[in-house]
């Protein structure tokens, strides 16, 4: 049976996958993005908040999970980020399989994951994109979103894959040093070629 090509996008934190992921969008891609899923799960009413609230006395309240309490909870804690994400990542794996199955036309579909290869996500994917731009360019802007410090910076950095092993691993390299419009051009030239089987 056919199914779609599936293109995995990641990055490191403040790289631009939310971003790149909205421009494959506009190109006709279906996207399935895991953050936003993750969101969902943890909004009022979300499924996981009951499990969240059991794991995590305190972080969840009447509109669902405090992600700032719950962040401010686990990054820090190997011990306790890994106990939500054995909470969050089998969830979001079934929404993915849902979303692949009602997709099942599309010629090319895309995981926007931030954790692909971390959780090896990359196994089920035919065709890795990194988002990467230089250092200097990601911390500037991490730090400028609110609530964001040196110091959880520097740690979410090290729970992640580093830059320079995502790009080694990447079938294509989008660079999101560059304008908006710069990259906005580097992806419609990646889906022209995806859409002509040249890459
Ligand atoms: C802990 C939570 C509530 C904090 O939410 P908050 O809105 O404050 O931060 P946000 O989600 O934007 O994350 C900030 C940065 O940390 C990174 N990050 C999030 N979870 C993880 C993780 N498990 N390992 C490494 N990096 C992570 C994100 O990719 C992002 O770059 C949230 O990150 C969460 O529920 N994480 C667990 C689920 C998960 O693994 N999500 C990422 C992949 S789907
Ligand atoms: N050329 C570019 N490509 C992508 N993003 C850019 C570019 N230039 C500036 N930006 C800005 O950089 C920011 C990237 O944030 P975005 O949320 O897309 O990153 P992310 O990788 O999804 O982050 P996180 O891992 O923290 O969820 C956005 O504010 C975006 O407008």
Redesign the pocket.
């Known amino acids: 049976m056919n199914r779609p090509r599936i293109i995995g996008l990641t990055g490191s ?2 790289m631009g996958k939310s971003t790149v992921a909205a421009m494959f969008a506009d190109e006709g891609i279906p996207v399935f993005d ?2 936003a899923v ?1 969101h969902e799960l ?1 909004k009022e009413g979300g499924a996981l908040v009951p499990e969240i609230e059991t794991a995590f006395p305190g972080t969840t309240g009447p509109h669902g ?1 405090d ?2 309490a ?2 401010a909870a ?2 820090g804690d190997r011990d306790k ?1 890994a106990k ?2 054995s909470i ?2 089998p969830a ?1 794996a079934k929404q993915r399989s849902v979303f692949l199955r009602d997709h099942a036309d599309a010629d090319i579909v895309l995981f926007d ?3 692909l290869f ?1 959780k090896g996500g990359y196994r089920g994917v035919d065709t890795i994109v990194v988002v990467s731009s230089p250092y200097t360019v990601q911390r500037k802007r991490v730090l400028a979103r609110p609530g964001m410090t040196e110091e959880k910076f520097d740690h ?1 950095v090290t ?2 894959t580093n830059d320079a092993d995502k790009r080694a691993r990447a079938d294509f390299v989008i660079e999101t040093g560059q304008s908006l419009v710069e990259t906005r051009l580097n992806v419609h030239e990646l889906v022209k070629k995806l859409r002509a089987g040249l890459a």
């Open positions: 934190i403040g895991a953050d993750v943890q999970v992600r700032k719950l962040g686990v990054f980020l939500l994400e969050v990542h979001v994951i931030p954790l971390e979410i729970l992640q």
